[in-house]
């Protein structure tokens, strides 16, 4: 792992967060992971308590922040199913590390997300 690990980079771990370009506007929108698992469909939203959270609410989690257009096909475009020889897996949100395989003295992924449908990966 890097001394100063920036959360935008996915070289040892599944990146914090991340940057889309909206199809409507043409700006970029920064996600956090969270949010592009709940866009995928991996994550649900949480319900404030005592209160009931709207659709609205969700999908405006994954909207672009400038023009509120959706991106959840932008998400679906860039974060695709690969298969990880790191995990053994065919992960959801992969990293860079993917590549590799893991050694006798590595730690296990902690950020590995399993795919739904892993025969849609590549």
Known sequence: ???????MCDKCKPAERRAFVCGSCGKATILSRGDCLY????????????????????ARRFSCRHCGASL????????????????GIVCAYPCRRRD????????????????KNPERAG
């Open 1 to 7: 792992m890097c001394m100063h690990c920036s959360q």
């Open 39 to 58: 866009a995928l469909g991996y994550w649900k939203a949480a319900k404030p308590e005592g209160e009931r959270a709207s659709g609205d609410e969700g």
């Open 72 to 87: 959840a096909d932008a998400v679906r475009e860039a974060v695709r199913p690969l298969p990880c020889r790191y995990s």
């Open 100 to 115: 590799r395989s893991r050694g006798a003295a590595d730690a296990p992924c902690r950020k590995q997300v399993l795919a």
